[in-house]
């Protein structure tokens, strides 16, 4: 497109924070009745540096926010990570409640909110919505489409999430699953993640 790569890298950083900040005010009149949470992993230049973004959105599938932060490495690369990039800061709790707070002024008191059955969620959750249901769904295997995000159930309980997360997968590219696109800085991917947030959002039929 004859567009140097180093243009591309300063208007992300121009347009990241301008759309962080537009998905935050387009959201901040709505309120919800139910909305759904998980956290979706990718990673920060390599495998040994796994990072988690928290995305919560409503039943219609749009996109209310996100967090992105570093968490370890798990499983066979846990020990190689430590060994070269020494212990890596888990900032999924903390970035979760931070998300917390921004949405709780548009959840309805009593609203449903719906995530998989992760036990560290439920505490967050009652504190942050005390008014509101909280149903956990059993994590189901995922299907060959969409990114391995969809899931191979007839009805899936969390579907709306699940089907963002694959749209995330197919539309931002560090985030696709075997690419060699890969996010260097988990700032730069939170910018990229804004400006499809945004365009996500816009382009919903309801």
């Avoid at 609203?111 to 560290?120: F, G, R, T, V």
Wanted: aromatic content about 8%; overall charge positive; proline content about 4%.
């Amino acid at each position: 497109m004859n567009v140097n790569r180093k243009t591309v890298a300063r208007k992300l950083k121009v347009f990241g924070p301008l759309m962080l900040d537009k998905l935050r005010i387009e959201n901040a009149d709505l309120k919800f009745d139910e909305i759904q949470f998980d956290d979706l992993e990718t990673i920060e230049h390599t495998k040994m540096k796994p990072v988690s973004i928290t995305l919560a959105v409503s039943k219609g599938r749009r996109i209310l926010g996100f967090r992105a932060g570093s968490m370890p490495a798990k499983g066979l690369l846990a020990i190689k990570s430590i060994k070269k990039y020494g212990r890596r800061r888990d900032e999924r709790g903390e970035l979760r409640r931070e998300l917390f707070s921004e949405l709780s002024p548009l959840v309805n008191p009593g609203a449903l909110i719906k995530s998989d059955s992760n036990p560290y969620y439920v505490s967050d959750v009652k504190k942050f919505f005390p008014d509101c249901i909280h149903e956990q769904c059993i994590g189901q295997r995922g299907s060959t489409t969409g990114q391995g995000e969809l899931k191979r159930v007839r009805f899936d309980p969390i579907f709306a999430l699940n089907h963002t997360c694959a749209m995330f997968r197919g539309n931002v590219s560090a985030l696709i699953r075997k690419t060699w696109c890969t996010s260097k800085k988990i700032e730069n991917l939170t910018y990229h993640l804004a400006i499809y947030a945004v365009s996500h959002n816009r382009n919903l039929k309801s």
